[in-house]
């Protein structure tokens, strides 16, 4: 799972990092739940932040290790591993969507952390022409008005940090990165099928196989687009001690 992880992850940008680290400034210790295999961990410590990685998944913080970050600890977000007000700061990048509870997650990084409290969200692009397509987005091929797998919507994915975006607003929401990125459609698909999705797996793999070599091999030299954006959120810590959720 974490080699999978990896190698369908890109490499935490130059602005995340650079937004990340900005608003660490005047801290030292920082906490990364969800560490995962260090994509954020690693090059936030290599600007001289000393950076405590938790994570659920002991081969992510094996992964982790192979890359070089040495402060990792295996825990869970729901019950934090450390006395409150432990670090200057925590970051959480990527997880709020996964998390069933996400109230009691923010709750945990309010009490472990004395100052800022930062996460990434991702905006979703909405399809509004009628073909469900726009600039820089490919339309969703599965129909939703017939029988077949199940397929989590892209709202459904994010609707954590809306809800938590709406009941603790933020002290400071900045955008840090809007742009096309570019893949040819083969890549992309091969990505895909390595994430494994929960979806994919109720497909039998054999079926899985077939259709996905036979959809490789008709997308030949044909590229996709995709409008990625994303806001820095930062609150401090003590809006978490509050009643929110």
């Known amino acids: 799972m974490a080699e999978e992880y990896d190698a369908t992850r890109d490499a935490a940008t130059e602005q995340e990092i650079n937004g ?3 608003s660490l400034e005047g801290f030292k210790t920082v906490l990364d739940v969800g560490v995962g295999t260090g994509r954020f961990a690693k090059p936030i410590a290599g600007l001289g932040f000393e950076v405590t990685g938790v994570d659920v998944s002991r081969r992510m913080l094996l992964k982790a290790r192979e890359k070089g970050v ?3 600890l295996l825990g869970d977000a729901y019950s934090l591993p450390f ?12 997880v709020l969507h996964i998390v069933v509870d996400w109230a009691r997650v923010m709750r945990e990084l309010g009490r472990v952390t004395r100052g800022n409290v930062i996460t990434i969200l991702n905006v979703p692009q909405v399809p509004t022409s009628p073909t469900g397509a726009e600039e820089g987005r490919v339309a969703n091929p599965i129909r939703s008005d017939v029988g077949g797998y199940p397929v ?3 709202h459904r994915m994010w609707q954590n940090e809306q809800e938590l975006m709406a009941r603790v607003p933020p002290m400071k929401l900045e955008r840090i990165r809007d742009e096309i990125v570019s893949m040819p459609v083969a ?8 994430k494994r999705s929960m979806a994919a797996q109720m497909v039998p793999p054999e079926v899985r196989r077939a259709m996905m070599e036979r959809v490789i091999a008709m997308s030949a030299g044909q ?5 990625i954006v994303e806001d820095l959120a930062v609150w401090k810590a003590d809006q978490f001690e509050a009643p929110f959720g």
Do not use: Y
Not at 83 to 94: G, N, Q, R
Not at 187 to 194: I, P, T
Not at 223 to 227: E, G, Q, T, Y
């Open 20 to 22: 990340i680290a900005g």
């Open 70 to 72: 040495d402060r990792l």
């Open 83 to 94: 006395k409150e007000k432990t670090f200057d700061a925590s970051i959480i990048i990527h």
């Open 152 to 154: 989590r919507t892209q």
């Open 187 to 194: 890549d992309a698909l091969r990505r895909l099928e390595a």
């Open 223 to 227: 590229v996709v687009h995709r409008r």
